[in-house]
């Protein structure tokens, strides 16, 4: 008998027998549960789609996963706007419970949507996705909350095409009231500055983002309202600053706030605005700051104030929350160069991450992060290397016991020669990626310059970073040359190159050092590229333990002696006018 000719009854026998075979539907009901809520709390349409998918249709699979639907009250709770039906039937089942209300407005539910949020009692969270022309006739009631209130989350889509200076009309309406003792969490995007009100005042988060710039309050007031957030744990400030950043309104406060519970801050912005804003709070010594500037104009001018900000709070953090780990991260975007490789790349970006975490890793991430991702393109070596002086400075490093480096070859040797003084404690040199050739310089001469004033050469030369222990090396182009410092800058210059190879450098350091008692503990090198056999052996002699995997051992044979250096790609040999060097080389020839 064929399916169409099958009684009905018989066909959903048939079916029900073929599902209860299938595993899915024999899962546990607190299981099937867990990812009912998941779907229904990520089930919200996007861009205005009034057709979105439902997460009831899920519970309609099979006859198991319908009793189980049924029988959990809870997901009920997550009342689905989508369509008129899903709408009266979540309501409806919902019954009593207080309510999840999570939705992106469109014509088709805003009139639900407005219903449903004057059920004061009955709203827990409220999560809404809305563009600007929708949210208007909500903004009444959502500047008004029931008690019972958790979690506000309002984004608002704004057209670029969109006049900010029309963007919100003042409130015709109060926003005064008795505090919202239930409302922890709070996330505005776009949204008007005044859904934060003084009723607010119990909030734990807080994360304001994209703040049209007519929304923007003054200096004084938006102290005023983050000074009431006495509860307040982790506060979010991206591109959502006072209208009034300059260095003379930040200088006329009579006090910097305190938010005594904090624990985070995230800062996003210019570096003047960040620094500005850091001015004015006063961070507790346990708090993490983590940082995005996102454009470096005029950084040498106002880096200074983010890098002052940053002395403050790191300085006071020092006894309690010493810093242990430092951690540098370049990425780059495209290649320095086109063409024969010496005509700059319109489109390459860089940027640089600096982290520092602390013993206390239970918190979790950095206790200071900070990303240098400006928008502008082809951002130069020196600004990069000008910023990263400022914020080095500007930390505690004394503690430190281990520095990673990972993608980062842009610092020159006479920077590392400033940097690793403020290291006295470093153990471990970990390694990622670019090789950093200015480091291993740094060290060479600084141990051959120590290792004369032994020999009576005069001078107070100190050795930098005495209890070195351990130097890993992760997926490092082994045979990589150098780039030399421009003469006019300190930062690297792309067209006068350094044949000697990276780790042939690190073992000469190695090497210069153990002659005077610092004999490093251990080396690995992990999947390294271009590791030739001679400098493995030149390796073990200058250190207690070596660890290699010998994965990508080059024999020496097969390295051209006159140029047996490599460079990425983009920072090419090919020009005439490029200039070589081969530094270690001549370094040997003079002890010779």
Not at 390 to 409: E, G, P
Not at 427 to 447: E, M, Q, Y
Request: hydrophobic share 40%; net charge neutral.
């Amino acid at each position: 008998m064929s399916a169409s000719t099958q009684h009905p009854s018989q066909l959903i026998s048939e079916t029900r027998h073929y599902n209860s075979l299938r595993a899915a539907c024999r899962l546990p009901e607190e299981v099937v549960c867990k990812i009912f809520i998941a779907c229904a709390r990520s089930s919200v349409g996007v861009d205005g789609d009034s057709d979105a998918w439902s997460w009831v249709n899920l519970t309609y699979v099979c006859v198991s996963w319908r009793r189980a639907a049924l029988g959990c009250q809870d997901l009920w709770r997550y009342i689905d706007f989508s369509q008129p039906k899903w709408y009266q039937i979540t309501l409806g089942r919902a019954k009593m419970s207080a309510l999840h209300v999570k939705a992106t407005v469109t014509d088709s539910n805003i009139r639900q949507l407005h219903r449903t949020l004057q059920l004061a009692h009955r709203i827990q969270d409220i999560h809404l996705t809305s563009p600007i022309q929708k949210i208007l006739p909500l903004l009444q009631i959502l500047a008004h909350p029931n008690p019972a209130l958790e979690s506000l989350v309002v984004n608002v889509h704004i057209p670029k095409t969109k006049s900010f200076i029309e963007a919100y009309d003042p409130p015709s309406f109060p926003t005064c009231g008795p505090p919202l003792k239930n409302l922890k969490y709070m996330e505005l995007r776009s949204a008007p500055f005044y859904l934060l009100t003084s009723r607010c005042i119990f909030l734990t988060h807080f994360h304001l983002h994209d703040l049209p710039l007519t929304e923007r309050p003054t200096l004084r007031y938006f102290l005023f309202m983050l000074e009431q957030l006495t509860q307040l744990q982790h506060l979010t400030l991206d591109h959502s600053f006072p209208i009034n950043m300059d260095s003379g309104d930040v200088q006329s406060l009579e006090r910097r706030i305190l938010l005594p519970k904090l624990r985070s801050i995230s800062l996003m912005g210019s570096v003047t605005e960040m620094g500005n804003i850091l001015e004015c709070i006063m961070l507790p010594a346990s708090a993490q700051l983590v940082g995005r500037v996102s454009t470096l104009a005029g950084v040498k001018d106002d880096i200074w104030r983010l890098a002052q900000a940053i002395y403050s709070h790191s300085s006071a953090a020092a006894d309690l929350f010493p810093l242990e780990t430092l951690v540098l991260t370049g990425v780059e975007w495209s290649t320095r160069f086109v063409g024969d490789g010496m005509i700059p790349n319109p489109d390459f970006r860089q940027s640089l991450r600096i982290r520092a975490f602390r013993a206390d890793s239970d918190r979790g991430g950095a206790a200071i992060d900070l990303t240098f991702q400006p928008y502008e393109l082809n951002p130069s070596d020196e600004t990069m290397v000008t910023t990263l002086t400022a914020i080095w400075k500007a930390l505690s490093l004394s503690k430190i016991h281990t520095l990673a480096l990972q993608d980062l070859d842009i610092i020159t040797q006479k920077s590392w020669s400033q940097f690793l003084p403020t290291l006295p404690s470093l153990r471990v040199l970990d390694i990622t990626g670019r090789a950093p050739s200015g480091l291993v310089w740094a060290l060479l001469l600084n141990a051959r310059s120590f290792g004369q004033v032994l020999q009576g050469g005069g001078g107070d030369q100190r050795v930098l970073v005495p209890r070195l222990e351990d130097v890993y090396l992760h997926q490092v182009d082994c045979s990589s040359g150098g780039y030399m410092v421009a003469q006019a800058v300190p930062v690297n210059s792309h067209c006068d190159l350094d044949d000697s190879r990276f780790v042939d450098v690190l073992n000469a350091s190695l090497d210069s050092r153990r002659k005077f008692g610092l004999l490093l503990r251990s080396l690995s090198i992990a999947r390294c590229e271009y590791v030739m056999r001679k400098s493995v052996e030149d390796a073990r002699k200058a250190v207690s333990y070596l660890i290699c995997d010998f994965r990508n051992m080059v024999k020496d044979e097969d390295v051209d002696e006159a140029a047996p250096a490599r460079y990425r790609g983009g920072w090419g040999c090919k020009h005439t006018q490029i200039r070589h060097y081969f530094r270690l080389r001549t370094l040997v020839q003079l002890d010779s």
